[in-house]
Nanobody, 121 residues
Framework: QVQLVESGGGLVQAGGSLRLSCAAS????????MGWFRQAPGKEREFVAA????????YYADSVKGRFTISRDNAKNTVYLQMNSLKPEDTAVYYC??????????????WGQGTQVTVSS
């Protein structure tokens, strides 16, 4: 089992920035990838970004390319999501995910509890 704890959400004005963090604990040695998903009110959860834990390869949804950056600190077992040029449509609960075998939109065996990001216009 892998436990994930997110932090860093909050309220920001459009055009602003936030950085989310996700600390992993437990059986982290089996982690193949970590990623971020989000769910806005009334919408399905969607993929935002992912990173292969060892190689560092990154993947992004088209809606966030050029604005969001995913990174990781292997020593701290922590993944980050730097969000710049935020838009009101980025408002959602952001979830951290980890997977032992896959990377990308379908890769989420383990979930964090979520952190709210609200972007005001």
């Amino acid at each position: 089992q892998v436990q994930l704890v997110e932090s860093g959400g909050g309220l920001v004005q459009a055009g602003g920035s936030l950085r989310l963090s996700c600390a992993a604990s437990g059986r982290t040695s089996n982690t193949y990838s970590m990623g971020w998903f989000r769910q806005a009110p009334g919408k399905e959860r969607e993929f935002v970004a992912a990173i292969r834990w060892s190689a560092g390869s990154t993947y992004y949804a088209d809606s966030v390319k050029g604005r969001f950056t995913i990174s990781r600190d292997n020593a701290k077992n922590t993944v980050y999501l730097q969000m710049n040029s935020l838009k009101p449509e980025d408002t959602a609960v952001y979830y951290c995910a980890a997977d032992p075998r896959r990377v990308g939109p379908g890769a989420a065996d383990y979930w964090g509890q979520g952190t709210q990001v609200t972007v005001s216009s």
